[in-house]
């Protein structure tokens, strides 16, 4: 499954790639069953946890959840699907032989009221000494343009870095009033069958609207560095031996490779910066609107 050299270009030149049809029925069976047992668990929980991010709309008895965080920490199917070799082939196409978990997420999308997520950079909240520094987004639901498909602006990769802040902090979004950029026109939806899985690119500006559609829309994420790339903003996870502990595949390294990208730092963090959702809550101008 490694990505063809069309692929490799059209990453190179764009910011992201969508592969179609990763995942076969089995695998996809196994990864939603994991999904159903984690979401089990939030029926009698009234805030967020360390692996439940909560809708507002959220009550114990009628759980709504719209992040999973680091799942691969609370179910086996999570920390194995990375290690699946034709997925692991996806990403050291683009980022070489040795390759770093950066973080995991699964983003929820309920019929009807799914949460959008505000125009960003992944960059924004974690830069690097250099930018071969990607997200793997496994489908785990056909995406449509009705069900709050991930949308990316072509290119952005290689232009600025926009400021994430508003009223002093750190918001995790961009404001849409205040960059020069055409998110109406110019974003393009990233849609596949569910098995599939995209590529984007850390610097790429990216976002997604509310699912407005009768059917979820589940989005598996699996941040992931060259092993050469060290996060400036914190996230050497405790101790050396756990972050080493997060290669995926070949040697890890203690000779960072430099490269002179631009940056802005992620200081200080929101009143609430446990999840992008809490911190965009912050902002002052909002692109998406959420349903209730």
Not at 197 to 218: E, K, M, P
Request: hydrophobic share 40%.
């Amino acid at each position: 499954m490694a990505l063809t050299p069309d692929q490799v270009d059209a990453y190179r030149a764009d910011g992201y790639v969508v592969v179609p049809d990763v995942l076969d029925a089995a695998q996809l069976a196994t990864m939603r069953a994991a999904v159903d047992a984690l979401l089990a668990g939030a029926r009698g929980v009234a805030d967020h946890t360390d692996l439940y991010d909560l809708e507002d709309t959220h009550r114990p008895d009628a759980p709504r959840v719209r992040r999973l965080k680091q799942p691969h920490r609370h179910h086996p199917a999570f920390a194995a699907l990375p290690r699946i070799p034709k997925v692991q082939a996806l990403l050291t196409s683009l980022l070489g032989p040795a390759v770093r978990l950066q973080s995991v997420k699964l983003n929820l999308k309920t019929a009807g009221y799914g949460a959008p997520v505000e125009w960003h950079q992944d960059w924004a909240f974690y830069p690097h000494t250099n930018d071969d520094v990607l997200a793997m987004g496994v489908m785990l639901d056909d995406f449509t343009p009705d069900n709050g498909p991930m949308m990316v602006v072509p290119r952005t990769h290689r232009g600025t870095i926009h400021d994430h802040h508003a009223n002093g902090v750190f918001v995790g979004a961009m404001d849409p009033t205040r960059v020069d950029l055409d998110l109406t026109r110019d974003a393009v939806p990233l849609l596949g069958r569910a098995g599939s899985i995209t590529l984007h690119h850390a610097r790429l500006v990216h976002g997604s609207a509310t699912n407005t559609s009768g059917r979820s829309r589940n989005f598996l994420l699996y941040e992931a560095a060259a092993a050469d790339a060290w996060p400036l903003a914190g996230g050497i996870f405790g101790s050396l031996e756990e972050f080493d502990a997060r290669m995926l595949c070949g040697e890890p390294t203690l000779q960072p490779r430099m490269v002179p990208v631009p940056i802005r730092m992620p200081f200080p963090k929101a009143p609430e910066a446990a999840s992008l959702y809490q911190s965009q809550k912050y902002m002052q101008n909002r692109f998406f609107e959420v349903a209730r």
